[in-house]
């Protein structure tokens, strides 16, 4: 297998939503009962990956879910030889891996600096292996559906 080559050219910060609801006033409230939904998809186009990392803090009031944050962040990655990359189920989960890595621990600094002031800001993402967090990304999604790539074409 060839060595992987990329770089990081672009972060875009789509969607930074975050509020403090009367509820993290409240004697009630515990950081422990905030559920953290964690996404991440990718999009291929020429030599270029785009990953799109998706964070939602949600916690439950009586009869209803309450969204604390929400963060949608796309990351584009230049990457040499994407398409024989892509044809190496090797080499396509390796790069993966990596494009997670980078993905995940960048996004773990842009939503500590977002959240500054909120109670969300006492929320850390613990840093996870990227193994673990793709396997818990896409196992799911490929029981579900065909996760075959497709690449825009010229």
């Not at 009630?28 to 964690?38: A, G, S, Y």
């Not at 949600?58 to 309450?66: L, R």
């Not at 896409?138 to 579900?144: D, Y």
Request: charged fraction near 30%; hydrophobic fraction near 40%; charge should be negative.
């Amino acid at each position: 297998m060839k060595n992987i080559k990329f770089k990081l050219e672009d972060i875009k910060l789509l969607r930074s939503e975050v509020r403090d609801h009367p509820l993290v006033f409240s004697d009630t409230f515990k950081l422990e009962d905030i559920q953290i939904e964690v996404e991440s998809k990718f999009n291929y186009s020429d030599n270029y990956l785009q990953a799109f990392m998706h964070f939602k803090f949600d916690i439950q009031e009586e009869v209803k879910h309450i969204t604390l944050g929400h963060f949608d962040i796309i990351y584009t990655f230049q990457v040499d030889s994407l398409k024989g990359l892509l044809e190496d189920e090797k080499a396509k989960k390796l790069l993966h891996l990596n494009v997670i890595a980078v993905s995940y621990s960048t996004s773990r600094g842009i939503l500590f600096s977002e959240t500054k002031g909120f109670a969300l800001n006492e929320i850390y993402l613990n840093p996870i292996s990227p193994n673990k967090l793709y396997d818990s990304l896409f196992k799911e999604l490929a029981e579900k559906e065909d996760l075959s790539i497709t690449i825009d074409k010229k």
